[in-house]
C-alpha cells in the first residue's frame, strides 16, 4: 500500500518544521521577554504575508485544483486588524510596515499565484501549522499578556472552522486526493521546503529587529 501524500509531505519536510518552531524570536516570545510591542512586529508581518495569501486565495477559489483548498474561514485578515488595533491602537497601520523578509515571501506567494501545487505548499505551510502548533502559541501569548478573545491573539482562533482535528484530516485527505505524477511531488515537497524557509527568515529578521531596538 503506497504512502498517503500528506504523510509523505509531512516526514520530507520535518526537519524543515522544526527548523521554524526552533527560530529563537519564537524561544523569546514564548519564554514572556518580549514586549508587546515586540510580540506586535511579528503580528503585522504576518499581516502582509496573509494578505498576499488570502488574496491569492480568493483569485483561485474557482480554479479545479487550488480552489479545493481555498477555505474563507480561514482568511486571517479581519482578526490580524483586531489583533493590530489591540497592540498598536486605532493609527496602527501608520506603525507598520513589511520587513525585507517578509516581501521575499510576498513575492514568492504572488510568483505561485498560477501554480496550484505551488500555491498550496504556501498554504499548507501557514494553515497547518497554525491550525497545530499555533494553537499552543495562542494559550501561552493569552497567559503572557493577558489577551482574551477580543483582539491579541484573534489570528489564532478559529471558531468558523469546528473541530479543527477534524478539519486537519479533511485537508490531508485532500493533500492525498491531487493527482500528481512523482516529478510535481517532489517540486511541491522543495516548495513546501522554500516555504518553510522564508517564514524562517522573516522569524530570524525579527529576533535582529527586537534585538537592535534593545
Do not use: C
Not at 511579528?42 to 491569492?56: E, I, K, P, S
Not at 474563507?72 to 507598520?96: C, F, K, N, Q, V
Request: charged letters at 25%.
Amino acid at each position: 500500500m503506497s504512502t498517503p501524500f500528506s504523510e509523505t509531505l509531512k516526514n520530507a519536510t520535518w526537519a524543515d518544521h522544526e527548523s521554524a518552531e526552533g527560530e529563537s524570536y519564537l524561544a523569546e516570545l514564548m519564554g514572556g521577554r518580549l514586549s508587546e510591542q515586540e510580540y506586535g512586529e511579528m503580528v503585522a508581518q504576518h499581516y502582509f504575508a496573509y494578505m498576499a495569501l488570502d488574496g491569492v486565495s480568493r483569485q483561485l477559489s474557482d480554479h479545479p485544483v487550488a480552489g479545493r483548498f481555498v477555505f474563507p474561514e480561514l482568511y486571517r485578515e479581519r482578526a490580524l486588524e483586531r489583533d493590530l488595533a489591540t497592540i498598536y491602537g486605532p493609527s496602527w497601520r501608520s506603525r507598520i510596515v513589511p520587513s525585507k523578509a517578509t516581501r521575499t515571501l510576498v513575492a514568492r506567494i504572488h510568483q505561485v499565484a498560477d501554480w496550484p501545487s505551488g500555491y498550496i505548499a504556501h498554504h499548507y505551510t501557514r494553515y497547518l501549522g497554525d491550525l497545530s502548533g499555533g494553537q499552543f502559541i495562542r494559550m501561552e501569548l493569552q497567559k503572557i499578556y493577558g489577551y482574551g478573545t477580543d483582539g491579541g491573539v484573534d489570528f489564532y482562533i478559529f471558531d468558523g472552522l469546528g473541530s479543527l482535528p477534524r478539519f486537519k484530516n479533511e485537508y490531508r485527505a485532500r493533500l492525498d486526493e491531487l493527482e500528481l505524477d512523482d516529478r510535481e511531488r517532489q517540486r511541491m515537497i522543495r516548495e513546501v521546503k522554500l516555504a518553510y524557509q522564508l517564514n524562517t527568515e522573516v522569524l530570524a529578521e525579527l529576533l535582529h529587529v527586537v534585538k537592535t531596538a534593545a
